[in-house]
């Protein structure tokens, strides 16, 4: 069984998961108390980092590593 995603062919995945970050973001900020505004500030930053997370699997960005604390992008090692 295959999920069709309608505008996969014209927008790429990673600009789906930053649309559901925003959602959850406006969210949060119409939530009506402190645990649901940082459950849905949590599902915000869940969503990003698989958009960045798609980037890198798309080749849109370097893969980075952390060295002592500091992020580094491969191609500068």
């Not at 998961?17 to 925003?22: I, S, Y």
Request: hydrophobic share 35%; proline share 4%; aromatic share 8%.
């Amino acid at each position: 069984m295959s999920v069709n995603y309608p505008r996969e062919d014209s927008v790429k995945q990673s600009e789906i998961f930053r649309e559901n970050a925003e959602h959850c973001a406006q969210l949060a900020e119409s939530a009506s108390n402190e645990p649901t505004y940082r459950r849905y500030k949590r599902m915000e930053a869940a969503w990003r980092a698989l958009a960045h997370e798609q980037d890198w699997l798309d080749g849109e960005i370097a893969p980075t590593r952390r060295l002592n604390g500091v992020t580094l992008h491969t191609n500068a090692l």
